[in-house]
């Protein structure tokens, strides 16, 4: 006989605002507390909304892939970044959205952007010799320095040009979209987009400036011969194979776009965070320079050693399991859903958290311990396929998964091929969750030629 559904058990939270406080102040903690108290589904109530957080990676399957239609994007953080990306990937729906998506997917294919690799490596050179000729024992602000050089990284793939010159304008614009849609997800009056506050003015501003650099470089290129071979002109040239119709200049906007937002901070985070685990744990930063050493002596890296780099790719994956930067996924229930045995009643917003799940103590042993050979794939192991997806999943998942996974390998190789970077001795970091996992500080470390 079949076990009942029942309503999924609900975290304690007094008052009327519920959890809301607690999830303003420390989300993390309240998913994480959420979860050992209730186990793989749990509700928090915040005020006038429910969250149900989906924790089992087959059921986060469930969602993402096995039942995605019933599942759609719009929660409030979505609608943020809805106004600010409008028709782009990360933020349309249905049948826009899939023809986008076919469309766009040759770009970002695994081979089309190997070409891209010596522009990362060439990049990162540029900024580790700025860091040397700097004084001895400089220190840095891994943060922004990671934040300047993915930018450089994505609009060189994107558009050819170097846009960090207009890293101020650019990261600006983008930062306070990120920040704008993150306070609409807590607030508990949301402030509505068109409403003439002084933070709508702020991100309008941002947005026209942003659309004015892209827009022109959409006009150059129509107009001119000029034919780079980047992300851009791939999009340009790409035609849906139905109906033969490329995109319009809107649409290559909110897909330029989109692609710097999604880009740009969530790779930054990953290899800040990387650097972090790596000051503080000498043995596993030991044998990644052993293996660099190994690998190129001395030269350059270049897409062809990926596959001999196979240490500082578990290395990367196992910081990302730590610090997963989306650490969370929001989906809105369309109908009635049964998951693990409760009861997700339509209108629900399911939480799944990548940061969470990278914890669950079934398929991780000692969770909290950084330990790049979990991802050894001499060692079995029965781990489910969700239970690591700091890229997401289903048809959802990450269109630039290939090209973050290139850019990390590669950036971490040739910074580490030259250099270590030192935390102050017994200095720890926090985390401050936005929509992405950011630090609570700049992480400010002491880079030192090796
Ligand atoms: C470490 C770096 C990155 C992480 C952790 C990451 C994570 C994610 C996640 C979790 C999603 C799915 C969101 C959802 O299902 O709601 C996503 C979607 C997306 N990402 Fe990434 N991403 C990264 C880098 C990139 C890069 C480098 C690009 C582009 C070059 C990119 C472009 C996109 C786009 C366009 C989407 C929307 C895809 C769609 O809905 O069809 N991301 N990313």
């Known amino acids: 006989m079949k076990a009942p559904v029942r309503a999924a058990p609900t975290y304690p939270g007094s008052g009327p605002l519920g959890s809301l406080p607690r999830f303003r102040r420390d989300p993390l903690a309240l998913l994480m507390s959420g979860f050992r108290d209730f186990g793989d589904v ?90 040397l000729t700097a004084s001895a024992s400089e220190e840095v602000d ?106 319009s200049d809107a649409q290559l906007r909110d897909e330029v776009m989109t692609v710097f937002l999604a880009g740009q901070e969530t790779t930054a985070l990953a290899l800040g965070w990387t650097w972090y685990l790596l000051s503080q744990h000498a043995s596993v930063r030991h044998r990644l320079h052993k293996e660099i050493d190994a690998v190129l002596s001395g030269r350059t890296p270049t897409v062809s050693d990926l596959p001999r780099l196979g240490y500082v790719e578990r290395v990367i994956k196992e910081s990302m399991r730590l610090y997963p930067p989306a650490w969370v996924i929001s989906r809105c229930a369309i109908e009635d859903d049964t998951i693990g045995g409760y009861r997700i009643p339509a209108g629900s917003i399911v939480l799944l958290s990548p940061y969470v799940t990278h914890r669950h103590p079934q398929f991780w042993t000692h969770p909290d311990r950084f330990d790049p050979d979990r991802f050894d794939t001499d060692r079995k192991t029965d781990r489910p396929p969700f239970a690591h997806f700091p890229f997401g999943g289903g048809p959802r998942q990450c269109i630039g998964n290939n090209f973050a996974m290139l850019e990390l390998v590669l950036v971490v190789t040739t910074i580490a091929q030259r250099c270590a970077l030192d935390l102050p001795p017994g200095k720890m970091v926090g985390t401050r969750p936005s929509i992405t996992l950011r630090a609570a500080e700049p992480i400010r470390m002491r880079v030192s030629p090796r």
């Not at 990676?57 to 953080?77: A, C, F, I, M, S």
């Not at 400036?209 to 040239?237: F, N």
């Open 142 to 247: 891994v943060t922004t320095e990671m934040m300047r050089l993915t930018l450089r990284i994505v609009g060189e793939a994107l558009l050819s040009t170097d846009v960090s010159h207009e890293a101020d304008r650019v990261g600006q614009a983008l930062n306070l979209t990120l920040r704008r849609a993150n306070e609409a997800i807590g607030r508990i009056i949301p402030v509505p987009d068109w409403w003439p506050s002084p933070a709508n003015r702020r991100l309008r501003a941002a947005m026209r400036t942003l659309d004015d650099v892209i827009l022109e470089i959409i006009a150059e290129r129509r107009a001119g011969d000029a034919d780079p071979d980047d992300l851009l002109s791939m999009l340009m040239q790409a035609r849906d194979e139905d109906t033969g119709e490329g995109m």
């Open 42 to 131: 749990v509700r928090f109530r915040l005020f006038t909304r429910d969250l149900v957080l989906v924790a089992h990676p087959n059921d986060v399957r469930w969602v993402l892939q096995e039942h995605t239609g019933n599942y759609n994007k719009r929660t409030r953080g979505f609608e943020v970044l809805r106004a600010f990306l409008r028709e782009g990937l990360l933020t349309s729906e249905g049948d826009h959205w899939l023809r986008q998506r076919r469309i766009a997917q040759p770009a970002f294919h695994r081979t089309r952007i190997a070409g891209f690799g010596a522009s990362m490596t060439q990049a990162t050179s540029e900024m580790v010799d700025r860091w």
